[in-house]
Structure formats: structure tokens, C-alpha cells
């Protein structure tokens, strides 16, 4: 149940980043993101209260719990998300999801400090088989033609991509030392994305130009950043059930290989515009094999 969960926030991960890139060719990333972090707030909501509906035990609420769901907002999603959407705008969005898949590795060491979550030789061997394979599918610099990013771009990427993945990496696993202590998906995800926003919210300097160019940008950049905040809600709570179920480092290593889906959009959709090679495909492979091999251990 735990791999199933973690395959369907992937899906959910990787469908975000061809939207928010789709989103940010329309619409200014400030209050798009702002956007985009109102409406997990209400979706989550929506969900926490449909739940509260369907549940067979009350809902009781622990202070401890719902602090370190605050906190893993904070770090992984108003910090971790915010450097994700920076990054597919410098990079492209096939670089930002290998940058994005760096993350477990991570996620894998805080986990270990912060829980005491320890793998298994075969595990571990399964995660470097993977990590290998998100490694491998880096394409060289100018293959084929591609899009490359100027070497000014490819600086400061490397820079947001640091930030990305520390910032996720470290917000996964506090989130899973939530779940140990108090197993609330949906409600976690809603206060984490409503401490993310609040963080947001006090971040911008210019408030009144923000919100005019909210009001004057593109409608369709305005759905698009909302269709983003509801497939990045939908990931966030099927990564944080999954990890009710498996290893924290396991459930974030597979909720992070985000490449399966987006190289193959790349090529047949966008006709291979980032320069997606054999090589490419043969990480992804690896990287297949890797969680299928964790699916039947």
C-alpha cells in the first residue's frame, strides 16, 4: 500500500511540473505562487473535511504533532517548493526533476538522525541503484541541440538546486517523524501548507504590486497555478500516507522519481526539446527496476 501511495504522489509531483512551468510562462511566480499555496489550503481543507465525514474514530488533536507538521511546511514546502518552481524556470523542467530526485538522499540521512530509521544492505542497495539512475539520466551539456541553460543560468540553478533539495529532503522527514507521533495525513498537510502560506505571505515586500499583477495576469496562468496547487495537495498527502506505511527514506525516494513521468512527456509531447538521450532512458530503467525491486521485498 505504502510503494502504491508513493507512486501516486510521484504522478501527482511530476504532472506539477509541466503545469507550473506552463503556469509561469503566463503569470509572474510571486503571486502565482501565492496562488498556488491558497488553493492547496482550500483543497486540503476540503479534503480534511470530507474525511472528518467519512471516519469511523474522532479526530484528536496533539500540539506536538501538529508542530512538527508546521514545521516540515515551513521547510519543505515554502522553502523546498518555492526553490522547485525557481528551479524549473532557470533549468528547464527534465533538469529541475533530476535536481528534485536528489532529495532521498537526504531525507534518508536526517530520517536516520531525527527517527533512528535505519535500511537494510538490500535496501540500501536498491536506493543507490535508483540514486544511480536519476544520476545517470543527466544529460550532457548540449546533446542533440537541446535547450541549455547559459552558464550564468546553470550557476544559479545550482544554487536553488541546493536549496531544493535541503529543503525538501530535511521537510520529508520531519514529516515523517509527524506521522510517528501522530498519524493525521490530511490534517498535517493542511496546517504544514497554511504555515507554508502564512511564510509566503510574510516574505513579500511589495504587496500592492503583487496583487495588481495578480489581478492583471493572464486567467489561464491563474487556473494553470491553481490546477498546480491541487496536484501538489494531492502529492503531499499521498507521500505523507505513505510514510504510515513504509520507511520514511523509501517513501520519499519513490515519491521523487518524478523522471519516469517526465522524461517520456518530454520526448512524445515536447518532441525531446531538453535533449533527452539513450542515456536518459537507460537511468530511467534502472531507476524502474529499483522500485519495482522495493515493491517485491
Known sequence: MGITLALAAMVCFATNIFIARAAMTRMPLEPGFVVLL??????TAAVFAAEQLLRATPFVFQWKGAGWF????????????????????TLGPARASILHSSSPVFTLVVAWFLVGEHLGVYELGLVALVIAGLWTTQMPAGAGGAHVPSREALRRGAILGLLLIVGFGTGNAIRGLAMRTWNEAIFGSLVGTAAALLCQLASMRNWSKSFSELRASDRRGVVLFAASGIATACG????TYAMGYIEIAIATLITFTSPLVVFPVSVFVFRN?????????AGAAMVL????LLALR
Open 273 to 281: 526539446r531538453e535533449g533527452l538521450t539513450l542515456r536518459t532512458a
Open 236 to 239: 503531499s498527502m499521498f507521500t
Open 70 to 89: 508546521v514545521l516540515s511546511g515551513v521547510v519543505g514546502i515554502f522553502l523546498g517548493r518555492r526553490m522547485l518552481l525557481d528551479t524549473i524556470r
Open 38 to 43: 491558497g488553493v492547496n489550503v482550500v483543497f
Open 289 to 292: 527496476a529499483g522500485i519495482v
